[in-house]
């Protein structure tokens, strides 16, 4: 209860502290000054989150790289499932692999997402958390802002206790829709692109890809707006982070690891084409071919070696030498 208390008062720290930036904008009671403040919140935690996330690139590079020995353990121990996972355990400790690291970011975010929606639960019930307990004015100001005449607090199910149910259906089925959508295109990404046919996540990566948007969409409808909000714009933060890490910093092995590679090549032959050095990127890039050995012409025979066959040619090569020897020995 006390992280959950600390964190409910940064959460609503970071948002004041942006509201009276886009407040001053916008004006104070506008939906659209506490929607920027929800982003600006996004934006300071996933910076914070950026070291996580360096750690889980190195975590999953790691993954990859104990692949093969994994296997060997799984082969050798096919039958011994408790000696399987101490033989993995140790591997793990031996090679400094978290198979737990690509999870920690998502992890880490749901304390704050859960202070967060506790904080706009305050504000709907005006039961104020956090910095909001000291700024009463404030809290009056983030109960009656609204976009698109839906409150921030306006969840899909409690939707008929706001002045404009259908507006808040809508907006929060459509951000549902977003925030279901960037989280399976996200886990996508990372699955097709940046992972090896051989890895052994696969199939974990596949079950988040399909289970974590479900879970989203069945729960999404209990969530507030202004929740919506910050999921689907960290979703974004996301896609595009890990668009940046997987097209320049691939694993080792995967389809985007032999993209960076063409692209990489084709860098140089335009660098070797400005130099003079070729005339064309293709002529650079084409692959090299051997020169195939000249064809060895056989050589004429007479009609009577033809017929004598290979045997009686060998002999007759030996009774040459022994001739010519012979005439050698006379002449000497």
């Known amino acids: 209860m006390f992280i959950l208390d600390w964190l409910r008062y940064g959460v609503s720290w970071i948002l004041v502290q942006f509201h009276k930036v886009f407040g001053s904008w916008f004006g104070q009671d506008s939906g659209w000054a506490w929607v920027l403040s929800i982003i600006g919140l996004v934006v300071v935690i996933r910076i914070l989150l950026i070291p996580l996330f360096v750690k889980q690139i190195h975590a999953q590079r790691n993954m990859q790289l104990v692949q093969p020995r994994m ?77 698109f005449n839906v409150p921030l607090y306006g969840t899909f199910m409690d939707a008929s206790e706001t002045a404009y149910p259908i507006n808040t259906r809508i907006l929060s089925l459509i951000l549902i829709v977003c925030m279901v959508a960037t989280t399976f295109m996200t886990q996508r990404q990372l699955m097709l692109k940046n992972t090896a046919s051989d890895n052994p996540m696969v199939k974990q990566q596949k079950i988040m890809m399909y289970v974590f948007p479900l879970i989203f969409a069945v729960a999404g409808i209990n969530f507030p707006v202004g929740v919506l909000i910050y999921w689907f714009t960290t979703n974004l933060w996301s896609m595009g982070q890990q668009f940046y890490v997987i097209r320049n910093n691939p694993q080792p092995g995967t389809p985007a690891a032999e993209a960076h590679a063409r692209r990489k090549a084709e860098k140089e032959a335009r660098k070797a084409v400005r130099k003079g050095e070729a005339e064309s990127v293709e002529e650079v890039l084409k692959p090299e071919t051997k020169a195939a050995p000249a064809r060895q012409q056989p050589k004429r025979q007479s009609r009577n070696k033809r017929k004598a066959g290979p045997g009686s040619q060998k002999s007759s090569s030996n009774n040459t030498g022994g001739s010519s020897g012979d005439t050698g020995s006379n002449s000497t």
């Open 71 to 147: 296997k060997e353990i799984q082969k050798k121990y096919q039958g011994d499932r408790q000696k399987q996972s101490e033989e993995m355990m140790k591997l793990y400790r031996e090679t400094g692999t978290n198979p737990l690291a690509s999870c920690l970011p998502i992890l880490l975010q749901m304390p704050i997402f859960f202070a967060l929606f506790s904080v706009l639960q305050g504000v709907a019930k005006l039961q104020p958390e956090g910095v909001f307990n000291d700024e009463p004015a404030l809290l009056l100001s983030a109960h009656n802002a609204t976009i």
